[in-house]
């Protein structure tokens, strides 16, 4: 649970945009190895302290290629 904005794309989008809090802040008990697009999780999404569960249901991509 957060008290701050999740910053999704839109109301429509529920994908993280780079400034979510919610990146790299969920925990991975319990959770499946990749999320709702099939993008493997957990990855690094911030950058800092290795890969980490992103909040939600998609996990936010930090260099997509």
Known sequence: ???????FVSQSNLALISSSVCIDAGNGTGAPNHDFLGV?????????????????????????S
Do not use: C, T
């Open 1 to 7: 649970m957060i008290s701050q904005n999740p910053n």
């Open 40 to 64: 493997v999780r957990p990855l690094d999404g911030d950058g800092i302290l290795g890969a980490q569960h992103d909040m939600g249901a998609y996990e936010f991509v930090l260099n997509p």
